[in-house]
């Protein structure tokens, strides 16, 4: 019912910034929030930042200072702007959305991802 699409990942040098990009789209009523996740080989997935309605972001430590969320919900759409990249940050680019697609039904819906490879 939700389809969710990212991109913008890229191979970039140690120091260098990337801006993902997700939309959403199918038979939504209303996003709660969308975000952002990660997973390296043999790590689990990790949350990086999310978006909510009421305007909150949250961001994980590991991120802090260097990515920025933005999102415009009723567009469907978020970014990830990720600034000074680093080898640790490559991983899968992952964002989750989380909405309700009837008066009381909510889902929680992923992307296959966008790939993100910090290599010099």
């Given at each position: ?50 978006a909510f309605n009421d305007g909150s972001t949250i961001y994980a430590d590991s991120v802090k200072g260097r ?43 992923w992307g296959q991802g966008t790939q993100v490879t910090v290599a010099s």
């Open positions: 019912q939700v389809q969710v699409v990212e991109s913008g990942g890229a191979v970039v040098q140690p120091g260098g910034s990337l801006r993902l990009s997700c939309t959403a789209t199918g038979s939504i009523l209303k996003i709660f929030g969308m975000g952002w996740y990660r997973q390296a080989p043999g790590n689990e997935r990790e949350l990086l930042a999310s990515f920025i969320i933005s999102a415009d919900l009723d567009a469907k759409t978020t970014y990830l702007q990720m600034n000074n990249l680093q080898p640790d940050d490559t991983a899968n680019y992952s964002c989750n959305v989380v909405a309700a697609v009837a008066e009381d039904h909510t889902t929680s819906s």
